[in-house]
């Protein structure tokens, strides 16, 4: 089953974009990378996802390297509602179906006044 | 539209009772799901379901019980209630996409201390 690996934490100041690294190197053909956010004790907030292209929306974007190995997230102009923890997910191993999705531990971003 | 509710958001046990957390979606979602959040740590899926009347287990599906009656309602039932089960609930809910992303909608969390 495809596992996501990001660093702990990361700092970015107000104003500038926040790149936001994901390593998903045993990621299959068909998964999906998916990007989620808690703020606090919230409820995951959806960001975007993405099989192959790069996707924009209007919170983000996302890159995706031609082998699906890694992706990064990015939030062209951080601010500081944009502080919390960033999920980078697949799908969970196909053993429990549905394409249920696995949360793994995030990246703490700190967006600095 | 109210998106998905749970119920109720704090909650005490003593050890060996037992409650239901209550999830609600008015989105006419296929997908729903239950997972559970420990202090420092990601969300752990505990059960979730792709239809009414359909349930599977997830990572850690031990020590709780779930139905799906109707495709609104997504209860989560602990049976004899431990310690170990204090965290913070989170139910979630999707519709199946033709392309087969699973992009989700979550409640704001269902917080439960068991003594």
């Known amino acids: 089953d495809a596992k996501t690996t990001q660093p702990p934490s990361m700092d970015c100041a107000e104003g500038r974009a926040a790149n936001l690294p994901c390593n998903h190197s045993t990621i299959s053909g068909n998964e999906y990378v998916y990007w989620y956010r808690q703020i606090h004790s919230q409820g995951p907030q959806y960001i975007i996802h993405?099989?192959?292209n790069n996707e924009t929306n209007e919170m983000a974007s996302l890159i995706i390297t031609e082998d699906r190995k890694s992706s990064t997230l990015i939030l062209p102009h951080a601010t500081l509602r944009d502080t919390a923890v960033y999920y980078c997910i697949v799908r969970l191993s196909p053993r429990t179906g549905a394409n249920n999705l696995f949360f793994g531990t995030g990246t703490r971003l700190t967006v600095i006044p | 539209n109210a998106g998905v509710t749970q119920t109720p958001k704090f909650q005490v046990l003593k050890t060996g009772q037992s409650m239901t957390l209550q999830c609600a979606q008015d989105?006419?979602?296929?997908?729903m799901s239950w997972y559970r959040q420990d202090p420092g740590m990601g969300l752990r899926l505990i059960h979730y379901?792709?239809?009414?009347?359909?349930?599977d287990q997830g990572e850690v599906p031990n020590g709780y019980n779930v139905s799906r009656s109707t495709t609104e309602d997504f209860p989560l039932r602990l049976l004899s209630a431990a310690p170990s089960q204090t965290s913070v609930y989170f139910c979630?809910?999707?519709?199946?996409?033709?392309?087969?992303?699973?992009?989700?909608?979550f409640g704001a969390g269902s917080r439960l201390t068991v003594l």
């Open positions: 379901s792709v239809g009414a009347g359909i349930t």
């Open positions: 979630a809910s999707s519709y199946f996409r033709p392309s087969g992303a699973n992009v989700l909608t």
């Open positions: 989105m006419n979602h296929e997908y």
């Open positions: 993405g099989l192959k």
